[in-house]
């Protein structure tokens, strides 16, 4: 679990404001995926990105950027935050293995507030 | 896209008992089916997984079985302890992608 970490921890802000949230992984997997957790809605895709400068949509992309120029690195940035994107947000990992069924690894997360 | 459903959103068992938790694909394409187990406060965590080529795996208290025609997966929990409450995840792979279920808080009484 070393392996996939996120900054902050921790992030109060204000509405209209633009944030990024960090996420970094030294297992060189090549999937990486962004979800955003809500009470009473499990785990929701944001974004995700197959490799380095490959990223495609999820299930909730809007309000949201990503970019990957390195494999290790997949920040996401709320461009102008609102208080719908309070939440708590995980950064994943994986090796896609045969048939692209390989185990995802999740980051701490990261509590977002947008006031 | 791909639509999981997960029931049921609790579950209260009295220490010892089984636990059985349901999930619901839609989209026969999807080939993997993790299970996860989420602490207050913590990340999700793997406790066990099926690839769509297998209908049941265990690992010693913990069972998952696939029903590939039905497009649903359980997880099964016996001799349930303390230590096994926890909000549990089923997710299914689809294209890359993963969907996940709902939640279910799982509560063990003593």
């Known amino acids: 679990d070393a392996g996939i970490t996120q900054s902050p921890r921790y992030k109060i802000t204000e509405t209209g404001r633009q944030v990024t949230l960090m996420c970094h992984q030294t297992?060189?997997?090549?999937?990486m995926f962004w979800y955003r957790q809500d009470l009473g809605h499990g785990l929701r895709l944001i974004y995700y990105s197959a490799a380095a400068d490959i990223t495609d949509k999820g299930e909730v992309p809007d309000g949201y950027v990503v970019s990957r120029s390195k494999t290790e690195n997949f920040p996401l940035t709320l461009e102008s935050a609102t208080r719908s994107q309070t939440s708590v947000y995980f950064c994943?990992?994986?090796?896609?293995?045969?048939?692209?069924?390989?185990?995802?690894?999740f980051g701490p997360g990261t509590r977002l507030t947008v006031t | 896209g791909e639509n999981v459903e997960q029931h049921p959103s609790t579950l209260s068992v009295q220490e010892g008992d089984s636990a059985v938790i349901k999930c619901t694909y839609s989209d026969s394409a999807s080939n993997y089916f993790p299970w996860y187990k989420q602490e207050l406060g913590k990340r999700p965590q793997l406790i066990i997984d099926i690839r769509s080529n297998v209908g049941e795996k265990k690992d010693q208290r913990i069972a998952v079985t696939l029903n590939k025609t039905a497009k649903h997966f359980s997880l099964h929990i016996t001799e349930t302890q303390p230590e096994d409450s926890a909000v549990y995840f089923c997710a299914a792979r689809n294209f890359n992608k993963f969907y996940f279920g709902s939640g279910t808080k799982l509560n063990v009484k003593p």
């Open positions: 994943a990992s994986s090796e896609p293995g045969t048939a692209n069924t390989g185990e995802q690894y």
């Open positions: 297992w060189s997997h090549s999937y």
